[in-house]
């Protein structure tokens, strides 16, 4: 019974109660184009920073979620995956200054 109980809670701890809602898996980006990312709305409290995975230097934008975040940017130079292939840009939740989940989203960025 304690092993179902702690299962549930590890579970309930680990929800993502936001979610990206824009861009989509899968998107193209351009250099230089401006971009809208979104986010659902969070708790109370809630941050997020987005960065891109392969050069985390950056901040494309960030702040509270509690009732949602629409931010727009242009895409930098430095977003494009060094290696090839999709970017991966990542989404890292704060609530109350401490670590709480991060989600990310693959999108095709392109010269």
Known sequence: MLKYLFIWY?????????TITQPLEGDTWTVGQTITFSIAPGRQSETVNIF???DRS???GGGSIENGLTIQFTVPANSVNPNGGPTTV???HRVNFYLD???SVDVNVVY
């Open 58 to 60: 950056i901040v494309l």
């Open 52 to 54: 891109v995975d392969h």
């Open 90 to 92: 990542i989404a890292v």
């Open 10 to 18: 590890s579970l309930f701890i680990l929800t993502v109660f936001s």
């Open 101 to 103: 989940s991060v989600e």
